[in-house]
């Protein structure tokens, strides 16, 4: 909210609002900041540095606000805009991903996406995180969530899904505990 308060008129800090939101689960505001997002977007002038990187990042969180309030179609549709807008959009490979894996139940392709913004944004610990809850390869994966814990060892996220998979795959309960007592 203070980014906001302090530039009304910024596209990216509308489109960190609307992500923000979504995680809340607070989907209305989150279409509607994602949408003013993009409204701001399309209104910098033509020679701004990187305007369509702002576009397909807002429209990026608005398809991800349209996924997780049930509109997966509209999500779809709105992915791909941001698609056409960026090719490099990790934001928009990950969001495509969670679609594909959430609302199509299309592994194959929501891993092809995951895996396409991983490598766009290899330090992007969400996207990271995506990609290895849907690795097949359990060695992958435990290395992939390591990557993330050796960077932020308080990650909860990483490890959780570590404990997760000593316990549930290995049955390594003292290294599942571990882990799992960290976050």
Request: glycine residues 4%; hydrophobic residues 40%; proline residues 4%.
């Amino acid at each position: 909210e203070k980014t906001i308060t302090a530039h009304p008129f910024s596209p990216e800090g509308w489109s960190i609002r609307a992500m923000s939101l979504n995680r809340l689960e607070r989907y209305g505001e989150s279409i509607s900041s994602a949408l003013h997002a993009v409204s701001l977007a399309e209104q910098l002038p033509a020679e701004t540095p990187n305007k369509h990187v702002s576009q397909a990042r807002a429209i990026a969180f608005l398809a991800e606000s349209y996924l997780d309030s049930g509109q997966i179609d509209r999500a779809m549709n709105t992915v791909e805009e941001a698609l056409e807008l960026n090719p490099n959009s990790f934001e928009a490979y990950q969001v495509r991903g969670k679609i594909y894996q959430l609302g199509y139940y299309d592994l194959v392709s929501a891993y092809n996406d995951f895996e396409t913004a991983h490598n766009i944004a290899p330090n992007m610990i969400y996207v990271t995180i995506w990609l290895a809850r849907i690795e097949q390869d359990f060695e992958n994966r435990v290395e992939l969530l390591q990557d993330i814990a050796d960077l932020n060892p308080n990650n909860t996220f990483a490890l959780f899904e570590l404990g997760a998979y000593y316990f549930r795959v290995e049955g390594n309960y003292n290294e599942a505990s571990a882990k799992l007592t960290s976050c």
